[in-house]
């Protein structure tokens, strides 16, 4: 913090545009130096090389200005100063004149206080006195210059006159939930595949419905598909459904019927359907998980068309569903070649815009497939099972949230009681855990495998109480891994673990422990929110932004008594039950988004690179919006996540 002494006052010495000098003298501390107005060569020779970028294009990078038009743009830039302020300056002054100029740094650090108390730190990228600006209202803090600052600064009344645009206007009124929502959007590209992903599902239907009599028998739906040329009817039914080829065979060829029993009876209902503005990308990414075939298409709630995966599947050759296929039948080789073909998918996924949060879900989905597959490879090899069992996929990938960079993490719940089926499923388990590392999913550092982690349901059960009832916070942080499972293969029926889990949602020691637990991971937030890079300048946006909402969400979910999964989908959950105010829920949504596109662009491009992902990213390789937005969703997250700790009596435990 500046002492008051220090405090400076402003007095601004206009030099010629052009003249400053990168090697000049230090203007004296009492000054305020307007040192160039737009000249790109002279105000970017102190800066590093990867942000020699000039007043215009720094300041076009940058939300809300590069909502703005090309016109509208030119005409404000024609009015910015670039201006120096010495350390220990103070900029503005709480209650006093209200701010004549909107400030961006572009290079320093601004200290923003009240009372002598400081708030926050306003870094490159950021601005200060813009709610004076618009409203002509003092100042809510005093600004302070902790650094020799690089400022440019833009006149009031040329601000006031941009908030006539709407959408500079929402930039700059709008919650930080509002102001991640709008940087999605779709990355340059002029090819085809990015238009073919994005395009809208009902391009694909090209023709009427084709639809019968609810009481139609089957032999009719058969002769009508033959002379429609089509693999699919709906009937009329309430509500309808429909009846495939595969129903045919499967429903009536396969089961011994004949052609008079009803259509209604091997139909399926209701008819699994999505908005006819639906993306051609996210409709594969819904059949994809539900494992279905055909998909309804819907205008204002009526179905209108029908799609199948044959539909989509010529729509783009390198789909998730293609992808899917060749991963249901593949070869023990063929698993090396699998790396590849997912980041190539992830890569189109991306590159068409698709929400990060569908591109973790779709990998989730093509990961479920390549499990079942290695299972159907190590049964041919070990033969059948010697008795009931579900395969736990654990962590990320039961919360269907998986990155190629997750770890392998599974766990294995069976009936064997013998040294012999003990003995099979060790093997089933290392065989499993062998062939995934050949596709490229890493083994787990600690240890969570199915071939560690395996045993009978009761032995599960006492496992899930010895960790509910254990004291040490540290030890339940690690294993509540466990609390997010799925089952993605077997018959054995495992719900119990959930109940085991739920029967205790009330006891409000463990919801404090579960809290402490939950703030073993925090945002890499210093003094004044500062975002806490290492000495390499990185943040790890795992654990600094994906853990701590996710064990906010589990936390969460677990007051409410969800079993629920997925992290958003938990948020929702809680909102519902009153555990979160909707603001909250929506800024850690959309941080959560945020983190995880970040994530994924990082890994996309490592790989691109041939180079070893990490959950790393650097913080001066993102653009001043991003680093901002950074930084913004850090603190949110940091305040949301101390609030409900404290709210639920986790710092009294970890005290």
């Given at each position: 913090?500046?002492?008051?002494?220090?405090?400076?006052?402003?007095?601004?010495?206009?030099?010629?545009?052009?003249?400053?000098?990168?090697?000049?003298?230090?203007?004296p501390?009492?000054?305020?130096?307007?040192?160039?107005g737009?000249?790109?060569?002279?105000?970017?020779?102190?800066?590093?090389?990867?942000?020699?970028?000039?007043?215009?294009?720094?300041?076009?990078?940058?939300?809300?200005?590069?909502?703005?038009?090309?016109?509208?743009?030119?005409?404000?830039?024609?009015?910015?100063?670039?201006?120096?302020?010495?350390?220990?300056?103070r900029i503005l002054?709480?209650?006093?004149?209200?701010?004549?100029?909107?400030?961006?740094?572009?290079?320093?650090?601004?200290?923003?206080?009240?009372?002598?108390?400081?708030?926050?730190?306003?870094?490159p990228?950021e601005?200060?006195?813009?709610p004076?600006?618009?409203?002509?209202?003092?100042?809510?803090?005093?600004?302070?210059?902790?650094?020799?600052?690089l400022?440019?600064?833009?006149?009031?009344?040329?601000?006031?006159?941009?908030?006539?645009?709407?959408?500079?206007?929402?930039?700059?009124?709008?919650?930080?939930?509002?102001?991640?929502?709008?940087?999605?959007?779709l990355?340059?590209?002029?090819?085809?595949?990015v238009?073919?992903?994005?395009?809208?599902?009902?391009?694909?239907?090209?023709?009427?419905?084709?639809m019968?009599?609810?009481?139609?028998?089957?032999?009719?739906?058969?002769?009508?598909?033959?002379a429609?040329?089509?693999?699919?009817?709906?009937l009329?039914?309430?509500?309808?459904s429909?009846?495939?080829?595969?129903?045919?065979?499967?429903?009536?060829?396969?089961?011994?019927?004949?052609p008079?029993?009803?259509g209604?009876?091997?139909?399926?209902?209701?008819?699994?359907?999505?908005?006819?503005?639906?993306?051609?990308?996210?409709?594969?990414?819904?059949?994809?998980?539900?494992?279905?075939?055909?998909?309804?298409?819907?205008?204002?709630?009526?179905?209108?068309?029908?799609?199948?995966?044959?539909?989509?599947?010529?729509?783009?050759?390198?789909?998730?569903?293609?992808?899917?296929?060749?991963?249901?039948?593949?070869?023990?080789?063929a698993?090396?070649?699998?790396?590849?073909?997912?980041?190539?998918?992830?890569?189109?996924?991306?590159?068409?815009?698709?929400?990060?949060?569908?591109?973790?879900?779709?990998?989730?989905?093509?990961?479920?497939?390549?499990?079942?597959?290695a299972?159907?490879?190590?049964?041919?090899?070990?033969?059948?099972?010697?008795c009931?069992y579900?395969?736990?996929?654990?962590?990320?990938?039961?919360?269907?949230?998986?990155?190629?960079?997750?770890?392998?993490?599974?766990?294995?719940?069976?009936?064997?009681?013998?040294?012999?089926?003990?003995?099979?499923?060790?093997a089933?388990?290392?065989?499993?855990?062998?062939?995934?590392?050949?596709?490229?999913?890493p083994?787990?550092?600690?240890?969570?495998?199915?071939?560690?982690?395996?045993?009978?349901?009761?032995?599960?059960?006492?496992?899930f109480?010895?960790?509910?009832?254990?004291?040490?916070?540290?030890?339940?942080?690690?294993?509540?891994?466990f609390?997010?499972?799925?089952?993605?293969?077997?018959?054995?029926?495992?719900?119990?673990?959930?109940?085991?889990?739920?029967?205790?949602?009330?006891?409000?020691?463990?919801?404090?422990?579960?809290?402490?637990?939950?703030?073993?991971?925090?945002?890499?937030?210093?003094?004044?929110?500062?975002?806490?890079?290492?000495?390499?300048?990185?943040?790890?946006?795992?654990?600094?932004?994906?853990?701590?909402?996710?064990?906010?969400?589990?936390?969460?979910?677990?007051?409410?008594?969800?079993?629920?999964?997925?992290?958003t989908?938990?948020?929702?959950?809680?909102?519902?039950?009153?555990?979160?105010?909707?603001?909250?829920?929506?800024?850690?949504?959309?941080?959560?988004?945020f983190?995880?596109?970040?994530?994924?662009?990082?890994?996309?491009?490592?790989?691109?690179?041939?180079t070893?992902?990490?959950?790393?990213?650097?913080?001066?390789?993102?653009?001043?919006?991003?680093?901002?937005?950074?930084?913004?969703?850090?603190?949110?997250?940091?305040?949301?996540?101390?609030?409900?700790?404290?709210?639920?009596?986790?710092?009294?435990v970890?005290?």
């Open positions: 913090m500046v002492p008051p002494a220090a405090h400076r006052s402003l007095r601004a010495v206009h030099r010629p545009v052009g003249t400053a000098r990168a090697d000049r003298p230090r203007p501390g009492s000054d305020i130096y307007l040192v160039t737009r000249d790109e060569r002279t105000t970017v020779a102190s800066l590093p090389a990867h942000e020699v970028l000039g007043p215009e294009g720094f300041l076009r990078a940058l939300a809300p200005f590069d909502q703005l038009d090309d016109d509208v743009f030119a005409d404000t830039v024609a009015s910015l100063e670039v201006i120096y302020i010495p350390a220990g300056t002054q709480r209650d006093g004149e209200p701010s004549a100029h909107l400030h961006v740094i572009r290079k320093g650090t601004a200290l923003l206080s009240r009372d002598g108390i400081p708030a926050l730190n306003a870094e990228g601005w200060f006195g813009l004076s600006v618009l409203y002509e209202t003092q100042p809510e803090f005093d600004v302070d210059a902790l650094d020799d600052l400022v440019y600064r833009l006149p009031a009344e040329v601000i006031r006159r941009l908030t006539r645009s709407p959408d500079f206007a929402a930039v700059v009124s709008r919650g930080l939930a509002s102001r991640l929502r709008a940087t999605r959007r990355p340059d590209s002029d090819g085809a595949p238009a073919v992903a994005m395009a809208a599902v009902s391009t694909l239907v090209r023709r009427p419905l084709v019968l009599p609810a009481g139609v028998d089957v032999g009719e739906i058969a002769r009508t598909m033959r429609e040329r089509v693999s699919s009817v709906v009329s039914t309430d509500p309808p429909i009846v495939t080829t595969l129903d045919l065979r499967d429903r009536v060829l396969a089961e011994g019927h004949g008079r029993i009803p209604s009876s091997v139909a399926s209902s209701p008819i699994l359907s999505v908005d006819e503005a639906t993306s051609i990308t996210e409709a594969r990414v819904t059949m994809l998980e539900r494992s279905m075939h055909h998909l309804g298409v819907e205008r204002d709630g009526q179905l209108v068309g029908i799609v199948s995966t044959g539909d989509l599947l010529r729509a783009d050759a390198s789909s998730p569903l293609h992808v899917q296929r060749d991963l249901a039948t593949a070869s023990r080789e698993f090396a070649s699998v790396p590849d073909q997912l980041h190539a998918t992830i890569e189109g996924l991306l590159s068409g815009g698709l929400s990060p949060l569908e591109v973790t879900r779709t990998v989730s989905m093509l990961t479920d497939v390549l499990v079942r597959r299972m159907s490879l190590a049964i041919e090899q070990l033969g059948p099972a010697p009931a579900a395969w736990l996929t654990l962590g990320s990938d039961a919360r269907r949230e998986q990155t190629l960079l997750s770890d392998q993490d599974h766990a294995l719940v069976h009936e064997a009681t013998d040294d012999a089926g003990v003995a099979w499923f060790h089933f388990a290392a065989d499993i855990t062998d062939l995934l590392a050949v596709a490229g999913l083994r787990c550092p600690g240890g969570v495998m199915a071939t560690n982690w395996s045993g009978t349901l009761e032995t599960w059960r006492h496992r109480l010895r960790w509910i009832t254990a004291p040490d916070v540290q030890a339940l942080y690690e294993t509540s891994i609390f997010d499972h799925r089952v993605i293969a077997g018959d054995l029926e495992v719900g119990e673990l959930d109940e085991v889990v739920r029967h205790h949602r009330s006891d409000g020691v463990l919801l404090a422990r579960l809290a402490a637990a939950a703030g073993t991971s925090r945002p890499p937030l210093g003094l004044f929110h500062r975002v806490r890079s290492t000495a390499d300048g990185t943040v790890d946006l795992k654990a600094g932004g994906i853990n701590p909402i996710v064990a906010l969400g589990r936390l969460l979910a677990f007051e409410a008594g969800s079993s629920m999964r997925p992290t989908d938990r948020l929702e959950v809680a909102v519902e039950h009153g555990g979160l105010a909707r603001d909250a829920a929506d800024e850690l949504t959309e941080a959560f988004r983190f995880q596109q970040l994530r994924l662009e990082a890994h996309q491009r490592a790989w691109r690179q041939r070893e992902p990490t959950n790393r990213i650097v913080l001066e390789e993102l653009t001043p919006t991003r680093r901002r937005h950074l930084k913004e969703a850090f603190v949110a997250v940091g305040r949301i996540q101390q609030s409900t700790i404290q709210r639920l009596g986790g710092e009294e970890s005290r």
